[in-house]
Nanobody, 113 residues
Framework: QVQLVESGGGLVQAGGSLRLSCAAS????????TAWYRQAPGKQRELVAS???????NYPDSVKGRFTISRDTAKDTVYLQLNSLKPEDTAVYYC???????WGQGTQVTVSS
């Protein structure tokens, strides 16, 4: 069974940076499109970055130029670099493959103003 474990979240001031990591057991990221999502309190979960099997990336306008998704095939880990963070980036961040596996616990990112 696939298990996803996110880490790297924390409390950071506006303008700061974080790097999130996602590790998987029971699968290999290179087989799938992999994506990062976030969910803020009272809001729907939204996709913030994706990377295809060939390494092509895609971002919504809200994070384009600030967030970077990458994949380390040797470590079978997917990362999300968060730069120039804003208070509105505060959310629980999740990774998942497409089609979805069971969701992990996520990692909390809190950006103070």
């Amino acid at each position: 069974q696939v298990q996803l474990v996110e880490s790297g979240g924390g409390l950071v001031q506006a303008g700061g940076s974080l790097r999130l990591s996602c590790a998987a057991s029971g699968t290999t990221f290179s087989r799938y499109i992999t994506a990062w999502y976030r969910q803020a309190p009272g809001k729907q979960r939204e996709l913030v970055a994706s990377i295809t099997r060939t390494g092509a990336t895609n971002y919504p306008d809200s994070v384009k130029g600030r967030f970077t998704i990458s994949r380390d095939t040797a470590k079978d880990t997917v990362y999300l670099q968060l730069n120039s963070l804003k208070p509105e980036d505060t959310a629980v961040y999740y990774c998942n493959v497409i089609p979805w596996a069971p969701w992990g616990q996520g990692t909390q990112v809190t950006v103070s103003s």
